[in-house]
T-cell receptor, first 112, second 114 residues
Framework: DTEVTQTPKHLVMGMTNKKSLKCEQH?????MYWYKQKAKKPPELMFV???????INESVPSRFSPECPNSSLLNLHLHALQPEDSALYLC???????????FGPGTRLTVL | AQSVTQPDIHITVSEGASLELRCNYS??????LFWYVQSPGQGLQLLLK??????LVQGIKGFEAEFKRSQSSFNLRKPSVHWSDAAEYFC????????????FGTGTRLTIIP
């Protein structure tokens, strides 16, 4: 089973809302990733949790906050987002290092 | 720093024709190489990968790719495309030293005409 699940599929939120994106995998992977993808662009890495250690892309604003409750779950907490944050948010998982990353279907986020 | 170039932004191919999508990378040694496909509004699906060994790699959906060290290339091929192959294709490189970052190319959009 190489499935990564993400909920919700679509999310519309206002700039004052607080919401969370969820990601789950049951492949025994110990690394999980959040990517942001704008239209007609490649995915950009936001965060990596690898063996409980968080790595951050320093260009990601603090209104995005990742959380990894356990090795199977990954959340992305959203607060005070801007319209330019509207994008497809992809979760991925792997065994870590440069092992193959498996992607979920994504959450389409629209910020009004 | 590693980088990936996909020279073709958009390619149009007739159904049943052969396909080759180009990917060139820049890296000090041999990187790990991947091809992913993305249908509109969907996540990325792994087509194939190269870590070491045989330089001709077979993937899913009838795709193959050939690693050519001398040309720093990892081109994706399919002998006969189907209408369902219409999608965005991303080449990506990883650092074998263990850096978790994948570097993606800008993608090639494939259109299939009947």
């Amino acid at each position: 089973d190489t499935e990564v699940t993400q909920t919700p599929k679509h999310l519309v939120m206002g700039m004052t809302n607080k919401k969370s994106l969820k990601c789950e995998q049951h492949m025994g992977h110990r690394a999980m990733y959040w990517y942001k993808q704008k239209a007609k662009k490649p995915p950009e890495l936001m965060f990596v949790y690898s063996y409980e250690k968080l790595s951050i892309n320093e260009s990601v604003p603090s209104r995005f906050s990742p959380e990894c409750p356990n090795s199977s779950l990954l959340n992305l907490h959203l607060h005070a987002l801007q319209p330019e944050d509207s994008a497809l948010y992809l979760c991925a998982s792997s065994h870590g290092g440069t092992d193959t990353q498996y992607f979920g279907p994504g959450t389409r986020l629209t910020v009004l | 720093a590693q980088s990936v170039t996909q020279p073709d932004i958009h390619i149009t191919v007739s159904e049943g024709a052969s396909l080759e999508l180009r990917c060139n990378y820049s890296y000090g040694a041999t990187p790990y190489l991947f091809w992913y496909v993305q249908s509109p509004g969907q996540g990325l699906q792994l087509l194939l990968k190269y870590f070491s060994g045989d330089t001709l790699v077979q993937g899913i959906k009838g795709f193959e790719a050939e690693f050519k060290r001398s040309q720093s290339s990892f081109n994706l091929r399919k002998p006969s495309v189907h209408w369902s192959d219409a999608a965005e294709y991303f080449c990506a490189v990883g650092d074998p030293v263990g850096n978790e970052k994948l570097t993606f190319g800008t993608g090639t959009r494939l259109t299939i005409i009947p």
